[in-house]
């Protein structure tokens, strides 16, 4: 790692420590009233402001903010960027089945270089494990895939330790997207000591805990049915509470390095060592331009365990 560039796995990609979610780019299935104008400005708002990985997914609007992405990323070099897509839903019997199989993993991969208008993609993950197909089978298929030329390096998203070490029986696996966040630490038992010794590169998704971390709720927000914030227990009851009581600690410290809540929670993660790219998602240009200053940003050791240490509880 130097001058804040890390090496994914085995592989040859590298990437900034900071990238970009885009999930509310095109993910109109994920969150109301999204548009188009604005999650191609998110994009290029990353782009400028030094953030080289972009993490995307069918299954952020059906292939949608993989045509957004691909539209913008034309008018860039396309070297100087990271892509990062993953498939696993496969919609063609018009209802969403989860599908590892190798046949349709290949597809998936062809399918995700047209809508985002590139002759390769820097990292592919296998969004969701399936319960059919043999981990180490569909690895194998990426791994043919990386082969071609046509990916860089392999991933998987969602997969638990058992499912990770079934697939990775070859070696074939770069990086793992799982969730981790200040609020979600269970990784750091078991799963980011296996990764460390495999040398496998770990991405955290929802490392802002969608918003939570970021200082910029009150105890008496509510969210429509259709937000995918509505139904998840960290915005709900008691805990939300102590969340709240807890991202409240961190508004002096934040004071004292000039810098927001999600400024300060990103410098712990770009801090951290198990950790190789932190991708918070943004609905409006504006915060990705904030979240990109966190690259500048270096935490005192001490400051770093006061962090760790006011969420070890969660």
Known sequence: ???????????????????????AVGGYNLFPGLNDDVGRRIVRAGLDNGIKMLDTAFAYGMGHSEELIGTVIQDYQREQIVIATKAAQDISSGEVVINNSPQFLKQAVDASLERLKTDYIDIFYIHFP??????AAAINALMEMKQAGKIRAVGVSNFSLAQIKAANQDGGID??????SLLHRDAETELLPYLHKQEISF????????GLLTGKYSRNVAFPKDDIRHSNPDFNGQRFDQILTHVAELKPLAETYAATIAQLVLAWYIKNPNISVVIPGAKKPEQVTANAKALQLELADNDYQKIATIFKDF
Do not use: C, R, Y
Request: aromatic share 6%; net charge positive; proline share 5%.
């Open 175 to 180: 990086v793992v997207e799982n969730q981790f």
């Open 203 to 210: 991405v955290p998704f929802f490392p802002l805990a969608s």
């Open 1 to 23: 790692m130097t001058n804040n560039m890390i090496t994914i796995g085995k592989s040859k990609v590298t990437s900034t420590l900071l990238g970009l979610g885009t999930n």
């Open 130 to 135: 399936d319960k059919h197909t043999e981990k």
